[in-house]
């Protein structure tokens, strides 16, 4: 059955996303930073209002990074009259994420800066030894992912070959 146009926009979407996570460094950076982002959020008690605002950044500053992303392909390889032109296109669009993320952590300052909420964080996971362990444990795990992404999607790409008996 032939999906609707409508419907493999989104596929096409996904797998835009997909192929920038495992491409783009800081795409996956900013993935695993908003992670935390909402992990830690849950040691405060924040509004409706405020969660949307650390949804609108965390989400803001991966699109502008999926943007940069496919600027920066499309302009790759430009012929030599247009080198100029294809640098600073590049570089306006990096400009942009730069701009997004200081904004988003400005944010992320105003909303988590709360000393007496740092201290009690730090208290809960000191306090429980397995969770402080698993933190560790996920840091290391965010650190392959972002730095060394071919430790998971080689994995991964290895066991949905296997599956199909095929390339990938």
């Known amino acids: 059955m032939q999906h609707p146009p409508f419907f493999s926009s989104f596929r096409y979407a996904a797998n835009g996303i997909i192929t920038a996570l495992e491409q783009e460094r800081n795409l996956r950076f900013h993935l695993c930073t908003g992670f935390y982002v909402i992990l830690f959020s849950l040691f405060y008690e924040f509004t409706k209002a405020e969660y949307c605002v650390l949804v609108l950044a965390i989400c803001g500053v991966m699109a502008m990074e999926l943007v940069n992303s496919a600027l ?28 997004f993320s200081m904004g988003a952590a400005v944010c992320g ?3 988590f800066w709360q000393p007496a909420t740092l201290i009690k964080i730090g208290e809960w996971f000191f306090s429980r030894p397995l ?4 933190l560790v444990a996920s840091c290391v795990v965010s650190w392959m992912f972002i730095f060394h992404p071919k430790w998971l999607f080689g994995r991964i790409k290895e066991k949905i070959q296997n599956k199909k008996g095929g390339s990938f």
């Open 72 to 99: 920066e392909r499309t302009v790759s390889n430009p012929e030599p009259a247009r080198w100029l032109t294809a640098g600073v296109v590049k570089d306006m669009a990096a400009g942009a994420v730069l701009v």
């Open 131 to 134: 969770m402080l362990l698993l």
């Open 109 to 111: 300052v105003i909303l």
